[in-house]
């Protein structure tokens, strides 16, 4: 038959050993009008071979360390032993570097149009463990398998393979499967394809599979079956999906539900079960309130499995239905798939919101955020990149997207985008258009061009701005109202698109906020003035409905009651909420802080305007009472963020920073900083962890002794301009981040350079290399003080910028706290300031695990003096990288330090306690 392809398979499971045996036969229909002399298979299972795959690297990118650090026999590979043709003659095979996962065979001739290829693989696989991407194997040999046999690649005038990369995203051609599956006795096989025969032997069964015009064939062997199977009218669901609280009969009806929906608006499913598992799930859940723990889920427990049964059946279902290809024309499979789910919600949860249950709790339903629906959480997510500049487009190849986007913003920008679409095309043109098209392309190669050709042959309304700026662009929806002009029977007004696109916006007409009609306008290239009936209406209103996932919904309205009901009301918020568009507010959330000793426990509150989703212009006002130093400090902060597209300089930050503190017992500091940022980074690659940044700052500063100090300042009070250039790609397995700093002062100038470098080897030892090197340009302060010099183990953070608990201490625990900033040097030496210039080499590596041994040298000079070599060793803990690690010194310019007079004093920590900062740690797997 033309078009079809057989996959035959015998696979032995040897469980203890993590081993597939396989012996497989493979017919490939050629379907091109090429002649093809080789053909491309994915081997996917050989993706975890080494820590250099594809695969591996991904890995690294989004700092996923299991990988890397796992054993040789927890990764696993794929052993090919033989292919040969029909005739038993040898085939010739290889893999490429670039993709290890991928096996080019050489047909010994060539393969003609419309004619087939049989041939025959013999390999072992070793699982690798689940550890890494919930498929594989477990501690308790329970197997998991997605793309765990070989299959052939897709050729459609060109062969389309590519690597593994944790994106769930095979491209074959469909095909009819034949397996035979030898396993133990005393484990139950789950499978999507039709059991046709069990066999029990000795100590193994053999079980007999098929299953027509298949893509891939997920398969389970469990000692402990969870997994449940609902007949229905429309198919036979298999499913392992959490179900706490649920009674059989409840299920039995919700599955039913979900059946009867996608057959109603997809169409029938083309095999008789459709298998979903807890493992999909759990790689594309519902993220945001769904995923708290269960004493604080807000959403009834039916609700909660309707949707994580409806959202992966969905994807099951268009996986295994539309033949596209999932690395590069995601974007269509994905857009139904969330497309449906909010289609769901709408017809059977209209009144659930956004914070479920939590809604009508007293203090919380006051919120904006309160006032949501479920399905506005979509565009939340997708703005949250848009607005922070790191949205990419949906035709862009998946691998290259953030995982953030990759997994949640891109999905969802394609859904509300198809939502966006049918309200513009309106009358229900689209869904049947869907139903249509997955009709006439179920299990055909297709691609989303087919799809647009089907939409526009069913609507005269002009879409190209879908399938060009929505789809294909960066481009951001954003538009306000201007010059309004009544007459007695019409209204003049003017629609401003801020802009460059084609997309179309709607316009209500409001009167007691009641919609009396609905506009849709088009094609505003910069801006377009309409006129309306005037039909005694109040207010004019653009996306009232919020249909259209528009960046800035602040100026959309316009009343016609007179210039004061167009001014927003302030309003106080506890806490940050989500923006009102409506009201200018203010939110208002009570600080307790611990910044430093002096200050002990601050107490206070936060005045700001920051919102869940960011705003351009920020201020934060933060008064506080220092309950050590029974005084009000606080700090104050206003910026405005530009940002820039398809640049590499992305975002320029104007701001002006002021801090009010303790900097010793008695002694307090006041900071005025004006500062102007540049940030670059990659604008063809947002996956790179590189970036630039070019800072500019004026500090002025001045201090407070007062009569209980323990500190003494001669030198007056200063200012100091400040210049950073920074360039660093903070990578998992090589890390490198370098700098220059120059300074001037009245009474001083001083330029530095900056660089750092760590690598994490094969074997998982990591090196850690540092080097710093600064001079004065001039120095005119007094020769007595080092308050301004360079240092070789503690600065005195003249600028306040390091985050010392501690900073004045010459003894005691805050005194060993450990800042790598200028020398770096962890000993306490006799020389330990540098008047005129500094220059070290930090280096350490891996002992053990996170036990590393380290080392420093430099020479420090001063003025009138020769340049004194320095040296000093030791252990390191690196428990977490630039967060938490202790230092002890052995050896230095001052002996074994190890045997001196109070050892415990000479050990030095660095620890961070900034939630920002440990954010950072959890932000960087995303974006």
């Known amino acids: 038959m033309l078009g079809q392809n057989r996959i035959d398979l015998k ?51 989004e700092f996923s360390t299991k990988f890397h650090f796992a054993k040789n026999d927890e990764r696993g590979y794929t052993n090919i032993i033989s292919i040969v043709d029909k005739q038993n003659s040898d085939l010739e095979y290889s893999r490429s570097k670039e993709h290890p996962d991928v096996i080019k065979v050489v047909l010994n001739a060539p393969l003609l149009p419309n ?60 095909a009819d499967h034949t397996f035979i599956i030898e396993y133990p006795k005393n484990y139950k096989l789950i499978s999507e394809l039709n059991l046709l025969n069990l066999n029990p032997k000795d100590s193994t069964q053999i079980a007999i599979l098929n299953g027509k015009d298949r893509i891939n064939s997920e398969l389970s062997l469990l000692k402990f079956s969870n997994f449940e199977f609902f007949k229905t009218d429309f198919l036979t669901l298999y499913t392992n999906i959490e179900d706490k609280g649920i009674t059989a009969p409840e299920k039995g009806m919700i599955v039913d539900n979900i059946a009867k929906f996608m057959t109603d608006n997809i169409g029938p499913y083309p095999h008789d079960n459709l298998l979903i598992t807890e493992i999909e799930y759990n790689k594309d859940p519902l993220y945001g309130l769904n995923q708290l723990p ?204 801020k802009r460059d696109n084609d997309m179309p916006v709607s316009l209500f007409a409001l009167r007691n906020d009641s919609v009396v009609s609905k506009t849709w306008v088009e094609h505003i290239k910069g801006s377009k003035t309409i006129t309306i009936p005037k039909d005694s209406i109040d207010k004019l209103v653009l996306n009232y ?51 430093n000793i002096y200050d002990g426990f601050n107490i206070g509150a936060k005045i700001y305007n920051k919102t869940v989703l960011r705003k351009r212009f920020i201020y934060n006002l933060a008064p506080q009472y220092s309950t050590n130093s029974k005084t009000v400090t606080g700090s104050a902060q206003v910026y405005y963020s530009q940002d820039i597209e398809n640049k590499n300089l992305y975002n320029i930050v104007y701001g002006i920073y002021g801090n009010y503190a303790s900097y010793a017992q008695d002694a307090f500091f006041t900071l005025i900083s004006p500062n102007l940022t540049f940030n670059f980074r990659d604008d063809s690659n947002f996956r790179s962890n590189e970036f630039q ?36 790609n903070p990578g998992l397995i090589n890390y490198s981040k370098w700098y220059s700093d120059i300074q001037f002062s009245k009474e001083f100038g001083k330029v530095s350079f900056n660089y750092e470098y ?44 390091y985050a010392y608990l ?66 000093d060793s030791g252990i390191r803990l690196n428990l977490v990288t630039d967060y938490f690690e202790v230092y002890f010194p052995v050896y230095s310019n001052l002996g074994w330090e190890i045997g001196q007079p109070n050892y415990d004093e000479k050990i030095r920590f660095k620890f961070t306690v900034d939630p920002k900062v440990l954010l950072g740690l959890f932000r960087r797997r995303w974006y």
């Open 758 to 801: 760590r690598k994490l080897s094969q074997r998982n030892r990591q090196f850690n290399f540092r080097f710093f090197a600064g001079s004065f340009l001039y120095n005119k302060t007094d020769i007595t003080s080092d308050y301004f010099s360079f240092a070789l183990d503690r600065p005195t953070d003249y600028l306040f910028d």
């Open 294 to 497: 269960d004493f604080i889920r807000p959403f009834p427990d039916n609700f909660q499995y309707e949707l994580k049964v409806l959202k992966t059946a969905l994807n099951s279902y268009l996986e295994n239905t539309l033949l596209i290809n999932p690395r590069t024309d995601y974007w269509l499979k994905e857009g139904l798939q969330i497309y449906f789910l909010m289609k769901y919600v709408k017809e059977n949860y209209p009144d659930m919101k956004l914070l479920g249950t939590l809604a009508n709790v007293w203090g919380i339903r006051s919120f904006h955020a309160a006032d949501l629906n479920f399905n506005e959480q979509y565009t939340l997510f997708f703005m949250q990149m848009a607005r922070t500049n790191r949205d990419q487009p949906l035709t862009m190849a998946k691998d290259s997207l953030i995982k953030f986007n990759a997994n949640i913003a891109g999905k969802y920008k394609s859904g509300i985008g198809l939502q966006y679409l049918d309200d513009f095309i309106n009358s229900n043109i689209l869904e049947e258009t869907i139903k249509e098209y997955i009709k006439e392309f179920k299990l055909k190669p297709s691609s989303s061009n087919d799809f647009e050709s089907f939409l526009k042959q069913r609507t005269s309304k002009d879409i190209d701005w879908f399938f060009t700026d929505y789809l294909t662009t960066r481009k951001k929806i954003d538009f306000k109202i201007r010059d309004v002009k009544k007459t007695n029977d019409s209204i003049k007004l003017t629609v401003k698109n």
């Open 115 to 174: 004619e087939s290829f049989s041939f025959s693989l013999v390999y072992n696989v070793l699982v690798p463990s689940d550890t890494f991407t919930n498929y594989g194997v477990s501690k308790f040999s329970e197997f998991n398998l997605k793309y765990w046999y070989i299959t052939p690649s897709v050729y459609d005038g060109e062969w389309q393979y590519y690597s593994n990369k944790n994106l769930d995203d095979l491209y074959t051609p469909k």
């Open 693 to 728: 940044s070019l800072n500019f700052r004026y500090l002025d500063i001045s201090r407070n002794i007062g009569e209980n100090s323990v500190v003494l300042t001669e030198e007056p009070d200063y200012a100091v301009f400040n210049i950073r250039y920074i360039d660093a």
């Open 806 to 871: 501690g900073r004045s201490e010459a003894s005691g625990i805050f005194s060993q706290q450990i800042i790598i900033a200028e020398g770096g040097f962890k000993s306490k030496l006799d020389t330990p300031f540098a008047n005129q210039w500094l220059t070290t080499i930090n280096a350490s590596t891996t002992l053990w695990r996170y036990i590393e041994a380290y080392g420093d040298i430099g020479l420090v000079k001063n003025k009138y003096s020769d340049p004194v070599f320095v040296y």
């Open 545 to 595: 409905d919020n249909s259209i996932p528009e960046y800035n919904l602040r100026d959309n309205w316009k009343s016609l009651k007179g210039f004061f009901f167009n001014n927003k009301p302030l309003q106080f918020r506890l806490f940050k909420d989500i923006e009102d568009p409506n009201y200018n507010q203010v939110f208002l959330m009570p600080l307790v802080e611990f910044n």
């Open 11 to 61: 696979a032995k499971f040897d469980v203890l050993n993590h081993i597939i045996s396989i012996e497989q036969d493979i017919t490939y229909q050629n379907s091109s009008t090429d002649t093809l002399n080789v053909i491309y298979l994915n081997d996917w299972n050989n993706a975890y071979s080494t820590k250099s795959t594809p695969l591996a690297k991904r890995f690294a990118e």
